[in-house]
């Protein structure tokens, strides 16, 4: 048997084996690493299903800036509300504290419904594929929860309020022109801006600021400037939000005060937060309660009425300045009464450049003067030479000054506009029917001043003082009482003065025709004379033998009387 040996190609049998060899390891290797990622996947595949399977946020999960880490959203929804919750509202006012309430007190309370709600999407949204679960693990996630709020309307109205300031309300003072007497000159003293307004724009501000700043709307707004600027186009600000009682704000951007600023205050100037509270934004790691500082602005203050732009002062002060230095002064005997130029410059407008008398002003003010300086028909005290006091009715006053107000208002109006200092007396009624004077002179209110005739129809006794000293005094006989002829009492002014006179009345057989050489009437045909056929003055002559009505004098005391007495002198007699 023979066997036959296979030549063999030197090199070629060792070269196989190293590949079969190889080719063996890496199949091992690979059977390895599969096995390793089969196991590995399946622990992965369990891990990541516990983290979809917990109940509440994932490790590194962020709202608002703080963790919530593990926490479920009814959790994170106690701490948001808390810290809203937490928060008070300071309104000064020319830097001082005014009004410092909680914003709970203010009627603000947030949605805790919808905030739950939005935090649950928030979690379930973090947990809804493996991605989301491993950029959680690799970086974490942050969300941003808006703060929606409802505000009941009543609560706030009564909250906020003028009488709810510590600070009483200060009025305005009116721009005006002020008369300086010693340099005969008027300058303009600008209005002052007192701190009145009214409740509801105090509230409708109020609630706009704070709703602003809780809502991050105005922070929006801020950028929505700048972008403005950049592009130069315009949009529009904030949504309205209605008017029901209970008003829902859903925020457009986080309210930054509520987690992360224990102190947010508005900057006076920019209406914005100030920077280190913007600082305080970022970082978002305070917890302690926050404060909305707000300044009332003058915005809301009511305005004067008369300010320096809203009316011609400066024509009106040049046009004062051409009067200014000029008065009326009315003469009363020694007493006077002036009116100033502080007291002119008030009934003057201007018209066209020109100065204007106020005619109601200035018919008031004469009104006045003749109420207060007419003596005739008015109630009259008579001090008696016996001391005792008479008062006459205003019928029984037919003596003194009567101010005539329409000549007396167009004499004042000239010499307002005369630019001139003025001393007269009141335009009076001066004379009566027989051109002769209603009175005789004055001194302040008193009109008789120490002039007059003084009869007592009970004393039938006659006196005549001029300048206060006694002249004459005489027994009379007035108007018999029996005969109802009666002289009539009250103080009449001397009509006129007439020597020799002829006296006439009567009728029938009581007609009378008597010569007498002193004849002084002063009422409906009364008057003093001589009575040269009587011999018996006084005593109860009246009784009986009286006269027709006049005063019976006796020849001497009548001559005497004529020759002192002048026509305005008062005749009083009671």
């Keep these: 048997?023979?066997?036959?040996?296979?030549?063999?190609?030197?090199?070629?049998?060792?070269?196989?084996?190293?590949?079969?060899?190889?080719?063996?390891?890496?199949?091992?290797?690979?059977?390895?690493?599969?096995?390793?990622?089969?196991?590995?996947?399946?622990?992965?595949?369990?891990?990541?299903?516990?983290?979809?399977?917990?109940?509440?946020?994932?490790?590194?999960?962020?709202?608002?800036?703080?963790?919530?880490?593990?926490?479920?959203?009814?959790?994170?929804?106690?701490?948001?509300?808390?810290?809203?919750?937490?928060?008070?509202?300071?309104?000064?006012?020319?830097?001082?504290?005014?009004?410092?309430?909680?914003?709970?007190?203010?009627?603000?309370?947030?949605?805790?419904?919808?905030?739950?709600?939005?935090?649950t999407r928030d979690m379930e949204k973090e947990k809804s594929d493996f991605r989301s679960v491993v950029t959680e693990m690799m970086y974490g996630n942050s969300f941003t929860q808006n703060i929606p709020f409802t505000v009941d309307e009543t609560v706030f109205k009564n909250a906020v309020g003028k009488n709810a300031l510590s600070e009483p309300r200060k009025e305005n003072k009116n721009a005006k022109i002020l008369y300086y007497e010693e340099e005969e000159k008027c300058r303009i003293v600008p209005e002052v801006q007192g701190t009145r307004f009214h409740d509801r724009d105090l509230r409708n501000w109020m609630r706009g600021e704070i709703d602003a700043l809780l809502t991050g709307e105005e922070q929006a707004e801020e950028k929505e400037d700048k972008q403005d600027k950049a592009d130069n186009k315009g949009k529009e600000g904030k949504e309205d939000t209605g008017d029901s009682k209970d008003k829902t704000v859903e925020p457009a951007a986080v309210p930054a005060l509520i987690e992360a600023l224990p102190r947010a205050e508005k900057d006076d100037k920019k209406g914005s937060l100030k920077s280190a509270d913007k600082n305080a934004q970022k970082t978002a790691k305070k917890t302690g309660p926050y404060r909305i500082t707000l300044t009332i602005p003058a915005s809301i203050y009511i305005p004067p009425d008369k300010t320096v732009e809203n009316a011609d002062f400066k024509t009106k002060c040049k046009v004062l300045n051409q009067l200014a230095g000029e008065s009326v002064t009315y003469l009363f005997g020694g007493e006077s009464e002036t009116v100033d130029f502080k007291t002119i410059m008030n009934w003057i407008r201007v018209k066209d450049?020109?100065?204007?008398?106020?005619?109601?002003?200035?018919?008031?003010?004469?009104?006045?003067?003749?109420?207060?300086?007419?003596?005739?028909?008015?109630?009259?005290?008579?001090?008696?030479?016996?001391?005792?006091?008479?008062?006459?009715?205003?019928?029984?006053?037919?003596?003194?000054?009567?101010?005539?107000?329409?000549?007396?208002?167009?004499?004042?109006?000239?010499?307002?506009?005369?630019?001139?200092?003025?001393?007269?007396?009141?335009?009076?009624?001066?004379?009566?029917?027989?051109?002769?004077?209603?009175?005789?002179?004055?001194?302040?209110?008193?009109?008789?001043?120490?002039?007059?005739?003084?009869?007592?129809?009970?004393?039938?006794?006659?006196?005549?003082?001029?300048?206060?000293?006694?002249?004459?005094?005489?027994?009379?006989?007035?108007?018999?009482?029996?005969?109802?002829?009666?002289?009539?009492?009250?103080?009449?002014?001397?009509?006129?003065?007439?020597?020799?006179?002829?006296?006439?009345?009567?009728?029938?057989?009581?007609?009378?025709?008597?010569?007498?050489?002193?004849?002084?009437?002063?009422?409906?045909?009364?008057?003093?004379?001589?009575?040269?056929?009587?011999?018996?003055?006084?005593?109860?002559?009246?009784?009986?033998?009286?006269?027709?009505?006049?005063?019976?004098?006796?020849?001497?005391?009548?001559?005497?009387?004529y020759n002192n007495i002048v026509p305005g002198t008062a005749i009083v007699i009671y």
């Design 353 to 561: 450049g020109e100065a204007v008398v106020r005619e109601d002003e200035v018919r008031a003010y004469v009104e006045d003067l003749a109420q207060r300086y007419s003596t005739r028909y008015r109630d009259r005290v008579f001090y008696t030479t016996w001391g005792g006091a008479v008062t006459f009715t205003p019928g029984m006053n037919e003596y003194g000054y009567t101010i005539l107000e329409d000549a007396e208002f167009e004499q004042l109006k000239a010499d307002i506009l005369s630019g001139q200092k003025v001393q007269r007396e009141p335009v009076y009624m001066y004379y009566n029917d027989w051109g002769c004077p209603l009175f005789l002179s004055r001194n302040g209110m008193d009109d008789l001043n120490g002039t007059y005739v003084e009869v007592s129809i009970y004393s039938q006794h006659m006196w005549y003082y001029r300048n206060w000293q006694l002249i004459v005094e005489s027994d009379v006989v007035t108007g018999d009482v029996t005969k109802n002829l009666g002289t009539a009492s009250g103080v009449f002014p001397l009509a006129f003065k007439e020597s020799p006179s002829i006296l006439r009345g009567g009728t029938g057989k009581d007609k009378y025709e008597t010569e007498v050489k002193y004849w002084m009437p002063f009422y409906e045909g009364q008057g003093l004379h001589d009575a040269w056929w009587k011999t018996v003055f006084g005593g109860d002559e009246y009784k009986g033998d009286g006269s027709h009505g006049c005063v019976n004098l006796p020849p001497d005391v009548a001559e005497t009387l």
């Design 1 to 119: 048997m023979s066997i036959k040996m296979r030549e063999q190609t030197p090199g070629t049998g060792g070269k196989n084996g190293v590949l079969r060899a190889l080719k063996i390891l890496i199949g091992c290797i690979l059977i390895t690493l599969l096995a390793l990622a089969a196991a590995v996947g399946g622990s992965g595949f369990l891990f990541m299903r516990s983290k979809q399977d917990s109940v509440g946020f994932l490790e590194k999960t962020r709202v608002n800036g703080r963790s919530v880490a593990g926490k479920t959203p009814a959790e994170v929804t106690d701490s948001l509300v808390k810290t809203f919750l937490n928060g008070e509202v300071v309104l000064m006012e020319e830097g001082k504290e005014v009004l410092s309430l909680p914003i709970a007190d203010l009627g603000y309370q947030p949605d805790r419904e919808t905030i739950e709600a939005s935090l």
